[in-house]
């Protein structure tokens, strides 16, 4: 184990590539570069808020002294540091945005692991970076703690996701407009050290490619090819590395819709090249299932990434990384070809997920009809996609009367249905009971399989909420009760918050609805 104050980082991205080594944090456009040197800004009294041992267990990293909090706060560097924010661009709601960039994250450098690969720390909230445009680099406590208990929560689901080391508070008062209604206020600062074996976006392509730096792009393609994807060799292996990078996006929102998980703000800029889970902002669980919900306020009017269509989002924004590599390839049809093959993947993939969520022995083509049916059916009763799920792993093969089905369910309503609704989850449910019958597997196989896929307990915005509130009252019993209940999703060992989003919570601002500030 060694402290982030003694450890001699490792910086073979900023060795490698080119970049602004003024440490100008000014914003400004930075072409022919790929990251500035962007120093954190001091902050008045970093005190450490949350640890993860579990991750600091798997990065060899001692729980931090006075020191290492003081790094974690954005106060010290050490010299084997070089700290520095990338530059990208993106698609933002479907529109080019042009440069974007790290603006208010900094890299420390990459950690080594004995025996693993390497990790970029990240420091988000530590000051402005010359990407940071009209903001201030920093992040509030409300966003930080959301990032820190998500980006661990998804991992004990099982879902590829950038990790949350530490969580500090900062001493420092910070100015946010929430929902961007001209109501700016004061909250507490926080930082949160975040980490990945990369942070790489499908944005940092297109930047060069807008940009018509080709050298740079092709010597970062074959360099990502290289250290990420060590796997893929040979004449062809850029097309094999978008074809990998496709499978793993098709991973990652199977994986999303698995557990009802929203993101909120897919754009290219938020697209993980590794296929993770990144840039935790208006994020959601589903509470009462609705393909069509969105959680950020900003994407209220077309609900572009909505629920339903996180799938189809991950293949337009993959489309805008076959524009962005196009210039390798004389011709682009494989690239085309490869895109097309992310639909017949995923669906691939869906189809699995989806017969592991039911119980089924394996996914058959008749399975279809059954899954297309209990999705229409969840969406019509607008049942709480969680508690549904965990009632029907525990269905008896007893329960055929329309009466007892209503019965065993209702649970899961937010509210009342008619004959009509509940006679359509009849039937749904006698469907479902008679392909169980045609199960190859015994009931106990069946049951476990379910137990595996779908979570008892979710990380629900309400619980957020109410943490974050505690928190700035300076109470932390729930958030704790919470930094536990993450790491056991599947268990029953959490089930004081096994139950409906409570009434309150329906119009509670940074409950059921979130910006982009959050």
Same mark, same amino acid.
């Given at each position: ?30 072409? *022919? ?17 949350? $640890? ?20 974690? *706060? ?21 529109? $080019? ?11 420390? *450098?990459?950690?080594?692991? +004995? ?96 940009? +018509? ?42 994986? $999303? ?252 601002? *940074? ?8």
């Amino acid at each position: 184990m060694e402290r982030l104050s003694t450890k001699t980082f490792k910086n073979e991205f900023v060795t490698t590539f080119d970049g602004d080594e003024t440490g100008n944090l000014q914003p400004r456009q930075t072409p *022919g570069v790929l990251y500035s040197k962007a120093i954190p800004t001091p902050v008045k009294k970093p005190e450490l808020l949350a $640890w993860s041992d579990e991750l600091a267990a798997v990065l060899q990293i001692s729980k931090p002294d006075e020191k290492d909090i003081s790094i974690l *706060g954005g106060n010290l560097t050490t010299p084997s540091m070089y700290p520095y924010a990338a530059c990208y661009a993106g698609h933002q709601f479907g529109n $080019w945005a042009g440069q974007l960039g790290d603006g208010r994250a900094i890299t420390l *450098g990459e950690w080594s692991v +004995q025996g693993a690969s390497d990790y970029e720390l990240q420091l988000k909230g530590a000051g402005p970076t010359p990407y940071s445009r009209r903001g201030d680099g920093r992040a509030v406590l409300r966003s930080s703690v959301r990032e820190y208990l998500m980006s661990e929560s998804m991992f004990y689901l099982g879902i590829p996701t950038t990790r949350a080391l530490a969580l500090v508070t900062t001493g420092d008062q910070v100015m946010r407009d929430l929902f961007y209604d001209g109501r700016s206020a004061y909250e507490k600062g926080a930082i949160v050290m975040r980490t990945a074996p990369s942070f790489l976006r499908f944005g940092n392509f297109e930047m060069l490619a807008a940009r +018509q730096e080709v050298p740079q792009l092709e010597k970062l393609v074959l360099w990502t090819i290289g250290k990420f994807f060590p796997h893929i060799t040979g004449a062809n292996k850029i097309i094999q590395w978008f074809e990998d990078i496709a499978e793993k996006t098709a991973d990652l929102m199977v994986h $999303w819709i698995r557990v009802g998980f929203v993101h909120g703000v897919m754009n290219t800029d938020n697209m993980s090249i590794l296929g993770l889970t990144i840039d935790y902002g208006p994020y959601s669980f589903l509470d009462a299932y609705d393909p069509e919900f969105t959680p950020n306020t900003t994407d209220l009017p077309g609900r572009r990434y909505a629920y339903g269509r996180q799938p189809a989002i991950g293949y337009w924004n993959l489309g805008c990384l076959a524009s962005a590599i196009a210039p390798l390839f004389e011709d682009t049809e494989q690239l085309s070809v490869a895109l097309e093959k992310y639909k017949t993947v995923y669906f691939a993939k869906y189809h699995v997920m989806m017969a592991g969520k039911l119980g089924l022995d394996e996914f058959r083509e008749s399975d279809q009809e059954l899954i297309e049916e209990v999705e229409k059916t969840l969406t019509l009763l607008k049942a709480d996609m969680t508690i549904f799920y965990q009632l029907l792993m525990n269905l008896s093969a007893e329960t055929t009367s329309p009466e007892d089905i209503t019965t065993h369910f209702s649970p899961s309503f937010y509210e009342p249905h008619n004959k009509e609704t509940l006679q359509t989850l009849t039937d749904t449910i006698t469907h479902y009971q008679l392909r169980l019958k045609e199960n190859k597997i015994s009931s106990k196989a069946s049951q476990d399989i379910m137990k595996n896929n779908n979570p008892r307990f979710i990380l629900r915005n309400y619980l957020l909420h109410q943490a974050i509130q505690e928190l700035d009252k300076g109470e932390q019993t729930l958030f704790l009760k919470l930094q536990e209940a993450i790491k056991n999703p599947y268990s029953a060992t959490a089930d004081e918050f096994f139950k409906l989003r409570p009434e309150w919570a329906n119009d509670q601002p *940074g409950s059921s609805t979130l910006s982009c500030s959050s």
